[in-house]
C-alpha cells in the first residue's frame, strides 16, 4: 500500500523530480571542479554517484520505517570495491586517502542516504586505522580482508554511561585469563553503532587502573575481537533518526578474548585509537555536509516549483535568501573539510582543523535542514519530501563523536592558547 494519498502523489511528481547528480547545475561539484578535485577524487565521485542512483530517497525512507539494515547496499559497495577505499592494496584495498575516503561519504549522503548510509560503512573507512598502522602481518591478513570484501561487518566500542567523552576514565576492563592466554573483558559500552549487524568489534577496555599508571593516557589497551552474542548483551536504543541503521548498548561479564586479538602493546590503546579520531572527524564532516547539500537540493526545487499567489515561492527573498545563505556556509565549511583531509593525508597530526571543519559542517547542514523543512511549509512535516528525515539525522553530527562544547574547548586552549575551560 502506497503511503501517498492521490493528491500527494500528484503534488510530488510535479514538484520533486528523481535524484540525479549530474543535473544539479548549483551543487558545488559540477562549478569550478577541476580546481576543487584532484582526477582521483573525480573519479571516485562520479562512481559513487551512479551506485547511490540505485538506491534513491524512497529505499532509505522504506528502511528508516522499517529499522531494517542497508544490508544491499553495503554488498553494492563491497562488491564494487569501495569498502576498503582507504585499505592497504596488498589486503585487497585501494589505499587513497581520507581526502578521497571524505569525497564518497560526502556523495553517498548527498545522494539521499544521508547519515544512515553512511553510518552503515562509516566503521570500515576509518575504524581500522589502528590495525593498518600497529598491527601484526597476521592480524591484518586475518582481518582486513573480510572486511574489504563485505564478509565482516565492524562495530567500535569506546563511550561509555558513565563518562561519555571522559576516555580516560573508562570503567569497562580486562584482566588476564587464569591461563595467561587472553583476557576477561567486563562493563558495559553504550552508543554502539551497527553492533547488531556486526561480527566484530574495536573495544577499549582498562587493563591497569589509573592508580598505578603515571599518565591518565596509560592504562587502557585496543582489542579487535569476535562479538559474540552469546556472551555479549545487546540491547537496541530507540532513537529520533538514523533508524535503518541500530545503535545499542553493550553489557558484557566473564568475555573471553585471546591476547592475539590485542592492537599493540598492552596499556597503549589510547595513543591507538588517537590515529583515527581526526579522521572520524573529517569524515563526519563531510557526511554532515553530503546530508545538507541534500536538503538545499529539494529545498531548492520545491521553491522553485512550487506556486502560491501566482508566482513560485523561490521569488521571495524571505526564502530565497536564506537558502542563498545556507550554499555559502556550506561551501565554506568544505573548503575547511577538505583542507583538513589534505593536511591528514600529508600527515599533520594536530587536530585544529579537523574538528573546526566538523564543527562547521554539522552547523551549516543543521541549518541547511532546518531551512529545507521551513520552505516546504506544512508539507517539510511530511515524511514523502524526505527533509524531515534530514532533520532528524543531521542532529548526529552536531552531537557525535565529540560534541560542539568539546571542539570549543579544544580551539581555545591549542589553539588561542587560552586556560583549559573543563
Known amino acids: 500500500m502506497s503511503i501517498y494519498t492521490p493528491f500527494t502523489r500528484s503534488l510530488r511528481s510535479k514538484l520533486i523530480p528523481r535524484f540525479q547528480i549530474p543535473r544539479q547545475r548549483w551543487i558545488h561539484s559540477d562549478q569550478g571542479q577541476e580546481s576543487i578535485y584532484t582526477p582521483t577524487q573525480r573519479t571516485v565521485r562520479s562512481a559513487i554517484s551512479k551506485i547511490c542512483l540505485d538506491f534513491p530517497d524512497s529505499y532509505w525512507a522504506s528502511l528508516d520505517t522499517k529499522n531494517q539494515f542497508p544490508v544491499d547496499f553495503h554488498a553494492t559497495l563491497a562488491r564494487h570495491g569501495w569498502l576498503g577505499i582507504c585499505m592497504p592494496e596488498s589486503y585487497?584495498?585501494?589505499?587513497?586517502?581520507?581526502?578521497?575516503?571524505?569525497?564518497?561519504?560526502?556523495t553517498i549522503a548527498e545522494s539521499g542516504g544521508g547519515m544512515s548510509a553512511a553510518s552503515a560503512i562509516h566503521m570500515n573507512i576509518f575504524g581500522l586505522e589502528p590495525v593498518v598502522k600497529f598491527g601484526t602481518e597476521e592480524q591484518k591478513e586475518r582481518w582486513l580482508r573480510p572486511l574489504i570484501n563485505g564478509q565482516e561487518r565492524a562495530c567500535f566500542a569506546v563511550t561509555e554511561p558513565n563518562t561519555g567523552l571522559d576516555t580516560l576514565r573508562l570503567q569497562s576492563v580486562a584482566r588476564r585469563s587464569n591461563d595467561g592466554k587472553g583476557y576477561v573483558l567486563s562493563g558495559q559500552k553504550v552508543w554502539i553503532s551497527t553492533a547488531q549487524n556486526a561480527q566484530k568489534v574495536l573495544i577499549l577496555v582498562r587493563t591497569t587502573s589509573r592508580e598505578e599508571v603515571d599518565k591518565p593516557?596509560?592504562?587502557?589497551?585496543?582489542?579487535?575481537?569476535?562479538?559474540d552474542p552469546q556472551v555479549v548483551q545487546m540491547t537496541e536504543i530507540p532513537k529520533m533518526g538514523?533508524?535503518?541503521?541500530?545503535?545499542?548498548?553493550?553489557?558484557?561479564?566473564?568475555?573471553h578474548v585471546p591476547v592475539a586479538d590485542r592492537i599493540g602493546e598492552e596499556n597503549d590503546g589510547f595513543k591507538l585509537i588517537l590515529r583515527g579520531m581526526n579522521a572520524e572527524r573529517i569524515l563526519i564532516g563531510a557526511e554532515a555536509l553530503g546530508l545538507g547539500f541534500a536538503a538545499l537540493r529539494r529545498a531548492t526545487r520545491y521553491a522553485g516549483e512550487r506556486r502560491v499567489f501566482g508566482r513560485p515561492i523561490g521569488m521571495n527573498q524571505g526564502i530565497q535568501h536564506p537558502l542563498a545563505e545556507s550554499w555559502m556556509k556550506l561551501e565554506a565549511a568544505r573548503l575547511m573539510i577538505y583542507h583538513a583531509a589534505r593536511l591528514y593525508d600529508q600527515g599533520y597530526v594536530e587536530g585544529e582543523y579537523a574538528n573546526a571543519g566538523k564543527?562547521?559542517?554539522?552547523?551549516?547542514?543543521?541549518?541547511?535542514c532546518e531551512r529545507a523543512v521551513?520552505?516546504?511549509?506544512?508539507?517539510?512535516?511530511?515524511?514523502?519530501?524526505?527533509v524531515e528525515r534530514y532533520m532528524r539525522e543531521v542532529w548526529i553530527p552536531r552531537i557525535a563523536p565529540v560534541s560542539r562544547e568539546m571542539i570549543l574547548n579544544y580551539i581555545g586552549q591549542r589553539v588561542l592558547g587560552l586556560p583549559k575551560s573543563y
Not at 596509560?218 to 575481537?225: A, E, N
Not at 545503535?247 to 568475555?255: G, I, M, P
Request: proline residues 0%; aromatic residues 14%; charged residues 20%.
Open 359 to 368: 564543527f562547521l559542517a554539522a552547523e551549516a547542514a543543521f541549518e541547511a
Open 92 to 106: 585487497g584495498g585501494s589505499e587513497l586517502g581520507i581526502s578521497e575516503a571524505a569525497v564518497m561519504m560526502q
Open 374 to 386: 521551513l520552505a516546504h511549509g506544512g508539507m517539510g512535516y511530511a515524511k514523502e519530501y524526505h
Open 242 to 255: 538514523r533508524a535503518a541503521v541500530d545503535s545499542n548498548a553493550l553489557f558484557f561479564e566473564d568475555w
Open 217 to 227: 593516557s596509560k592504562g587502557l589497551s585496543l582489542f579487535y575481537t569476535d562479538l
